[in-house]
Nanobody
Framework: QVQLVESGGGLVQPGGSLRLSCAAS????????MGWYREIGGNQRRLVAS?????????NYHDSAKGRFTLSTDNAKNTIYLQMNSLKPEDTGVYYC?????????????WGQGTQVTVSS
């Protein structure tokens, strides 16, 4: 089992910045991918950014996050970060940390409890 704990959410004005953190614990060896998703309603979550550790490593961003958000990793701490700059009201939502072990199944797909980000003046 893998436990994910997010932190860093909060209220920020448009144009401001926030840094989210996600610390993984438990059976973290061999995790293949970690990333951030935002709840978009109807119990659905949309990818914001993810990093695949295999195949030389690759970071992927949703178009809305490109140029504003940066995902970074600290492998020694089993932690990933999401630096969010130039925040917009439409970035508001609950952000969930996700970790995956391949092959992906419901048993190898892990979620954190979520952290609220509110962008408002």
């Amino acid at each position: 089992q893998v436990q994910l704990v997010e932190s860093g959410g909060g209220l920020v004005q448009p144009g401001g910045s926030l840094r989210l953190s996600c610390a993984a614990s438990g059976s973290t060896a061999g995790l293949d991918k970690m990333g951030w998703y935002r709840e978009i309603g109807g119990n659905q979550r949309r990818l914001v950014a993810s990093h695949t550790f295999t195949s030389g490593g690759h970071t992927n961003y949703h178009d809305s996050a490109k140029g504003r958000f940066t995902l970074s990793t600290d492998n020694a701490k089993n932690t990933i970060y999401l630096q969010m700059n130039s925040l917009k009201p439409e970035d508001t939502g609950v952000y969930y940390c996700n970790a995956q072990r391949f092959p992906l199944t419901t048993m190898t797909n892990y979620w954190g409890q979520g952290t609220q980000v509110t962008v408002s003046s």
